[in-house]
């Protein structure tokens, strides 16, 4: 006679056959699981609540926070601006020659991400942004070294419509190549455009301290004593 059995019950005798493999072990109830998982992301996010708080941000919130724990982020935001001030060696843009390129770039990427623009003779709308947003980055992160040389005096014969285009390095290697500035926002490119290629790269981190403050976005780049408004482009860029 064949006995039927329920394999989902909970009793001695099936768990006598699951332990001899006779039946499947049960499924294992998930919800129990996932409640604590989300109770744990909770309590996670609550811990680090004040990771992408500034000193300007931590000191705010003296009335609602606990002093010890404020002082833990204090002590932690210090050293991390300590450590980019020892890091921070360049701070410029390097105005490069052919014959340095080497030298320059590849040799000095074996220590840094190096940055490229290679810009247009005539300096065309995307060329005239990414120059200036070169001078701010450069200003902003020293850590990662940023170059501009002209592109047909580093690249014989290197098609104008093709600039401006950006080289990274690093270790010696191109690791990314954007021709043009469209993958990124043509000629509305701004800075955090080029900070989250940064982030992507892993020349920058998430929760680097000078991610945090970011100006309200302004329509408009400035280029020599010339402010152009981005409208502006759109009649010079074919």
Known sequence: MEVQVNENEDTEWNDILRQHGIIPEKPKDMEPIIQEALVEAELKAHENRLEDKDLDELDALED???EEFLQQYRKKRMAELSTLQQTSLFNQVYPLQKVDYA????????????????????????????????????AKFGDIKFCEIRADMCIEGYPEKNTPTILVYKDTEIRRQLVTLRELNGPRTKVEDIERLLIDLGALKESDVRLKKRADSVDYRTTGDDELKVEDYDDDWD
């Open 64 to 66: 609602e926070e606990d």
């Open 103 to 138: 030298r320059e770039v590849t040799d000095a990427s074996n220590n840094a991400f190096v940055l490229v623009n290679l810009t247009s003779q005539g300096a065309n709308v995307e060329s005239r942004v990414l120059t200036e947003l070169w001078r701010q980055l450069a």
